[in-house]
């Protein structure tokens, strides 16, 4: 008997497939469960934070990368509640979940956010201004500040540009204010604003079906989606020269995470599954932390 018919009769072939189908299928369900409510973008900021502090060569801070985390699932859960009718062609998965849960969700959202509030006044009490920088945009965002100049709602793009500048501000300038050191803080504002807008605009790659439908006017519905992969790219190119004025091994950090944008943003210049989208984009600053760690153990 060789040694292939011995396997075959101690691990059959279709057991092990149905297995390693019900391994992934329960981490997939795990994932969209951990994107459907906030958690996993909570934990984005939570790492993002993380990794923009190396990036300035810093310690980083748990307290303060916990109270992005909770600044995140915050933000973003009480959006989520406030485009349940859009998810309805986009996303009708988060729909049926979110909708019988609203008010639970809307109470965990809040109290989330009073609890970075908390964290940042026994933290750094000079911080908490900037702990309110993703809801004062979204006000922003959505308001008419004079009858003659549009919302920037209205202005395509706009979102893109308001999201990461947000979120670049809370992840970068919340660590520099906390350590006190802000040497090349300027320059990594500019890459996680980089990152992030990248970031949206492939989640618009992902929705475009459902906006031109609602009339939403986002890079990949006035461009096209292939040209909006080809402004990505020139866009992902322009932080490669930031690493050359990171300080140690930053350096290599930086060079590592704008490589990784090329590959992402070639993969996902088509729509692709979105447990897969969240785990390739938003996962990115996770999975860059784990690889850190276990380049440190060697």
């Not at 190396?54 to 990368?65: K, Y």
């Not at 859009?86 to 988060?94: F, G, H, Q, T, Y």
């Not at 979940?97 to 969700?105: A, D, M, Q």
Request: charged share 15%; glycine share 6%; proline share 5%.
């Amino acid at each position: 008997m060789t040694w292939s018919n011995q396997f075959r009769e101690v691990i059959p072939f279709k057991y092990f497939y149905l297995v390693c189908r019900d391994a992934i299928d329960a981490v997939e369900r795990l994932l969209a469960f951990l994107a459907v409510t906030s958690l996993f973008i909570g934990g984005t900021g939570f790492f993002k934070t993380y990794m923009a502090s190396l990036l300035l060569g810093i310690q980083p801070s748990m307290m303060i990368c916990f109270a992005v985390f909770l600044v995140s699932f915050s933000v973003y859960t009480l959006d989520k509640l406030v485009d349940l009718d859009r998810d309805i062609s986009n996303m009708p998965a988060r729909k049926q979940f979110l909708y019988s849960r609203r008010r639970f969700f809307l109470v965990l959202a809040l109290s989330a956010y009073l609890a970075a509030a908390l964290i940042m006044v026994y933290v750094r009490p000079a911080a908490l201004p900037l702990v309110f920088v993703p809801v004062i945009a979204n006000a922003f965002y959505g308001m008419r500040l004079l009858p003659w100049i549009p919302r920037l709602k209205d202005i395509p793009v706009m979102k893109n540009v308001v999201v990461g500048s947000a979120w670049a501000l809370v992840t970068v300038l919340i660590p520099v204010f906390h350590s006190g050191y802000g040497s090349p803080w300027a320059l990594v504002l500019y890459f996680i604003f980089i990152k992030t807008f990248i970031d949206t605009v492939l989640y618009d790659i992902r929705d475009v079906a459902g906006d031109r439908i609602s009339g939403v006017r986002t890079m990949p519905v006035i461009l096209g989606e292939t040209p909006t992969v080809l402004v990505l790219l020139i866009l992902n190119t322009t932080i490669l020269p930031v690493s050359l004025f990171l300080p140690g091994g930053s350096r290599e950090i930086a060079l590592a995470l704008t490589l990784y944008g090329y590959a992402y943003i070639a993969y996902l210049r088509r729509r692709r599954n979105p447990v897969v989208l969240d785990m390739l984009v938003e996962g990115e600053w996770m999975m860059a932390c784990v690889a850190l760690y276990l380049l440190n153990a060697l």
